[in-house]
């Protein structure tokens, strides 16, 4: 193996008010991997990402990000959450959104120059900046989500979250959002929770399916027939028996 | 108005009408965002039973009001942070203990003569200076706070989970946010009593928000309208020999119904466009 892996899971079980939602789930994610998410709604695709941000605690078995429980590492790590329209009607414009990324708690002076340069330049990527005054709910969807990567690019991470993020743009909106994910993903490892394989295919180095438990199929050995079924299907996917390579909870040396 | 403000009754009320203007504006802003109306309204409530205890400890009347309504506001913030969906039940409860309390109390002081309708619709016009002190300091301690905070109150505000992720401690600036919003009650009782407090808190806020695209703009725009509510509420009760706090809260009333017509009659047209 030439790259260390960037995430370790270990035997990780989590359950919620009683029901359990991940399973001895185990995982081992290299670096610069483009990894999809998939699989069906309930199946715990977004309390995985949660665990692995260290916004939920599993029950048991550990969670390593580059080496150190995620809690260490979170500022590290940039998150874009699912569906990004709750709280729509908020008064908050999108410079302050973006803001939120370099709010940093433990310093006096609490926002600098070069945090809103850094902010700025976020909203630039995503050619967003013309908007940067604009209230929150007066951006289309597609628009928002673009705010909402620039929120999670602000905080210059090196692991990259996305859940759901094409939920609410058109088809032209997703295809210009994987192509700015695939540009990210030379520098950074990228996480992306979706139900689009199609595009998946074409940008994803490595698909992941959450039910329960997970299995993860490297790059490589994901055939196009694979794919296609796991889009229209997950469950069956993993229902039918169809060899999975579930790795080793350790790099395989 | 004017020929009024060479009365010192009526300096203290149009000082005590624009601190609690300025409260109104930026913690009240928080809570109109956080939809946490309910909550201040039940804190604002068991305020009374610290009104209660000041009189009957003979302890001066801010010192037992904002204890005991900080101590309600802490215990309310726990129930809130570890049990959210049945908040609402333990905040009622809280609600109308605090005011029994406070009503028990002042029936065992003895010698009570305090005039219980000034609690409860407020007492602008007799603010004496001592207060005035007190507002101003309490004023300028929590506005500073919530500047100071604004950022992370802005992100817990908005988004929880984010904020926790950059490492803001949720939950410890929940309970400071909420006891800022305790410490306004406190002082906003004494312009328009605790029964009218909410309606100072949330409707300056409130129309406020809908022509704002900030929450900076929202806080400084609503501490306007506060102002004019208050001052022209003041100037009614004066022009008029009527409660204070009852006018003031009508001004408002009459601003927010007037506004949700603009508002009906705006959107109705803009819809209308293709």
């Known amino acids: ?69 995620p809690a260490k590492v979170v500022h590290r790590i940039g998150y874009v959450p699912q569906d990004v329209s709750i709280n729509k009607s908020f008064p908050i414009s999108v410079m302050d959104v973006v803001l939120m990324g370099r709010l940093q708690f433990h310093r006096w002076s609490r926002l600098s120059k070069k945090d809103r340069m850094a902010a700025k330049n976020a909203l630039e990527n995503l050619e967003m900046l013309e908007f940067q005054n604009r209230k929150i709910d007066e951006l289309s969807g597609g628009q928002r989500e673009r705010v909402f990567i620039a929120r999670a690019l602000a905080t210059a991470p090196d692991i990259l979250f996305l859940d759901e993020p094409t939920a609410n743009i058109d088809s032209q909106g997703r295809t210009d959002l994987y192509a700015l994910l695939k540009e990210l993903n030379k520098t950074k490892t990228i996480f992306v929770v979706s139900h689009d394989t199609m595009v998946l295919s074409s940008y994803v180095t490595s698909v992941a399916c959450v039910n329960k438990n997970v299995h993860y199929h490297d790059a490589a050995e994901i055939t196009e027939e694979m794919l296609d079924m796991g889009y229209h299907c997950p469950v069956e996917l993993i229902a039918h028996g169809i060899p999975h390579r579930i790795l080793k909870t350790h790099g395989d040396d | 108005m004017i020929e009024a403000l060479q009365f010192e009754f009526m300096r203290n009320a149009v000082i005590a009408g624009c601190f609690a203007s300025l409260i109104c504006g930026v913690i009240g802003s928080f809570v109109v965002i956080n939809r946490l109306v309910f909550l201040a309204g039940g804190i604002a409530h068991a305020a009374f039973g610290g009104i209660g205890i000041a009189f009957f400890f003979g302890i001066p009347y801010m010192l037992g009001t904002l204890g005991f309504s ?205």
């Not at chain 2, 009218?196 to 300056?204: D, F, G, N």
């Not at chain 2, 022009?239 to 408002?252: E, F, H, K, P, Q």
Request: net charge neutral; glycine share 8%.
């Open chain 2, 70 to 274: 900080l101590i309600a506001a802490m215990i309310m913030t726990a129930v809130v942070l570890n049990n959210k969906s049945r908040a609402d039940t333990f905040i009622g409860i809280l609600w109308a203990v605090g005011m029994a309390i406070g009503i028990i109390l002042l029936d065992m002081t003895p010698g009570y003569n305090v005039n219980l309708m000034s609690f409860l619709f407020g007492s602008i016009l007799a603010v004496p200076a001592s207060d005035i002190w007190w507002m101003a300091g309490l004023s300028i301690f929590s506005i500073a706070a919530a500047v100071f905070f604004y950022r992370d109150l802005l992100a817990i505000s908005y988004d929880d989970e984010f904020a926790r992720l950059r490492g803001v401690p949720v939950n410890l600036i929940y309970f400071l946010f909420i006891g800022l919003v305790a410490v306004s009650i406190v002082i906003i009782i004494r312009v328009v009593g605790l029964i009218l407090v909410i309606a100072l808190l949330t409707i300056p806020p409130y129309i406020a928000e809908k022509y704002s695209r900030s929450l900076a703009q929202m806080m400084v725009l609503s501490t306007l309208l506060a102002i004019v509510f208050n001052l022209s509420g003041l100037w009614l009760a004066y022009t008029y020999d009527l409660t204070s706090g009852a006018t003031i809260i009508l001004v408002a009333a009459a601003a927010f119904f007037i506004s949700m017509i603009f508002d009906g009659l705006f959107l109705k047209k803009r819809a209308l466009l293709p």
């Open chain 1, 1 to 69: 193996m030439i790259t260390n892996s960037i995430i370790e899971v270990n035997h990780v079980s989590f359950s919620y008010n009683g029901a359990l939602v991940l399973s001895d789930v185990s995982l081992s994610i290299r670096e610069k991997e483009f990894v999809a998410f998939i699989g069906p709604n309930g199946g715990g695709k977004t309390t995985l990402v949660k665990l692995l941000l260290g916004l939920l605690k599993p029950d048991c078995g550990t969670i390593k990000i580059m080496g150190q429980p």
